[in-house]
């Protein structure tokens, strides 16, 4: 199925450009709203659903990486860096990862859910739970303030655990200027929203914890017990209508990484009928039993272009 040819329509650009605004200033206002609680039941409130507005946010943003959130290049890169600023991060550095990702997946720099006999499985667990407990999210912003701070610390002297070297080593140094510059923009957006809402850093701090929380467990869940195979190793997870119009067709994961210029809107088109489709919630439970052993080796072969473009 990975191989079979496909008809590739245009972006449902208008569409994209009308969700990524609605969320945009629903994140805000519900910044706002967290400004103005009474109490820290109102902020949790306003945190919670903050955490869940976002989500689709990122599924955006993951179509602004791949070229297909618009048609039209200047539109697709400025929303680009608009949903990034409000993850927060460096568009050209999240789309750099993610692409890496895609000619990573399933690898050994890549196997979260997985160890080797040998391998120390303390170690594993604990970089397992730290990741999907915010983690994941959490090294963006702290790779932000490190690529502003001290750029060059970026590469080699702070990075040490062989996934993130992969992640980091494969961003190109001439990159790093423009990702410096995003970073410092997406700084003084915060800043000035932070104080224009007349929002308190500890109201902003809950706010994107609970989105890096939501975000970050269930990262690795369309992945987790797939294949050991750079295009086929993710799953279509069944979910229930109302939650997979939330994610924007994020769960059908196989279908992205076998055809991963195919937008959003059309991914359940494109399902893998060689393969089982486990339930979301299943998949969910499953996946935070933590890592297990195996003494398979994953295919590892770059997946070539398609991620790329």
């Not at 329509?9 to 009474?38: H, K, Y």
């Not at 439970?285 to 195996?294: N, V, Y």
Request: overall charge positive.
């Amino acid at each position: 199925m990975s191989g079979a040819p496909v008809d590739i329509p245009a972006p449902p650009g208008r569409v994209n450009v009308a969700l990524a605004l609605v969320i945009v200033t629903g994140g805000v206002a519900l910044q706002w709203l967290a400004s103005r609680a009474d109490g820290w039941p109102g902020v949790l409130g306003a945190g919670v659903a903050f955490s869940f507005l976002f989500l689709p946010l990122y599924s955006l943003l993951h179509e602004a990486e791949h070229r297909v959130f618009h048609s039209h290049p200047a539109v697709n890169e400025g929303f680009g860096l608009l949903l990034a600023a409000f993850f927060p991060g460096p568009f050209t550095f999240l789309r750099a990862c993610h692409l890496g990702h895609h000619r990573r997946n399933r690898s050994d720099a890549e196997m979260f859910d997985l160890y080797y006999p040998g391998d120390d499985v303390r170690r594993k667990h604990v970089i397992f739970y730290a990741l999907y407990l915010g983690g994941f999210w959490l090294l963006v912003p702290l790779a932000m303030a490190v690529v502003l701070v001290a750029p060059g610390a970026l590469r080699g002297r702070l990075v040490k655990d062989p996934s993130a070297v992969a992640m980091v080593e494969g961003i190109p140094a001439s990159f790093m200027r423009r990702i410096r510059a995003e970073c410092a923009g997406v700084v003084l957006l915060h800043v000035g929203l932070v104080l224009a809402l007349g929002l308190s850093p500890g109201r902003y701090l809950l706010l994107y914890a609970l989105f890096g929380l939501n975000w970050s467990a269930q990262q690795y869940v369309t992945h987790a017990h797939s294949p050991r195979h750079v295009l086929d190793g993710a799953h279509n997870l069944r979910a229930h209508p109302l939650y997979e119009a939330l994610l924007l067709h994020f769960n059908w994961h196989l279908a992205h990484h076998q055809h991963p210029r195919v937008p959003w809107l059309y991914l359940p088109r494109h399902d893998d009928p060689t393969r089982e489709r486990p339930g979301y919630l299943t998949a969910f439970l499953r996946f935070w039993r933590g890592p297990r052993l195996t003494a398979a080796v994953g295919d590892s072969t770059p997946s070539g272009g398609p991620a790329g473009t």
